[in-house]
């Protein structure tokens, strides 16, 4: 089993920044790619942020020049820096992970809140 822990979530305001970490333990032999999702209140979850085992990136148009995805790959931890937040940026963030080119995990951790004020 594989676990995933979202964690640096807050309050901020616009214009601030934040760094969400995922934590991935468990059965993991490789990882083929990282990603971050968002789901605000009422709407679908969207993908803003993925890394490949390669180190490429795509970023969703709304976040894309704010947000930078990274990976600690001895940890197996990825981070999403969240810059000049806006308040269109608040939502409960996910990490997921393609563990050997077989597609996301089919369920999800906790989340991190991210608010973002004013």
């Known amino acids: 089993q594989v676990q995933l822990v979202e964690s640096g979530g807050g309050l901020v305001q616009a214009g601030g920044s934040l760094r969400l970490s995922c934590a991935a333990s468990?059965?993991?032999?490789?990882?083929?790619?990282k990603g971050w999702y968002r789901q605000a209140p009422g709407k679908q979850r969207e993908l803003v942020a993925v890394?490949?085992?390669?180190?490429?990136?795509n970023y969703a148009d709304s976040v894309k020049g704010r947000f930078t995805i990274s990976r600690d790959s001895a940890e197996n931890t990825v981070y999403l820096q969240m810059n000049s937040l806006k308040p269109e940026d608040t939502a409960v963030y996910y990490c997921?992970?393609?563990?050997?080119?077989?597609?996301?995990?089919?369920?999800w951790g906790q989340g991190t809140q991210v608010t973002v004020s004013s």
């Open positions: 468990g059965s993991i032999f490789s990882i083929n790619a």
């Open positions: 890394i490949t085992s390669g180190g490429s990136t």
């Open positions: 997921n992970a393609d563990l050997g080119g077989g597609g996301w995990l089919n369920y």
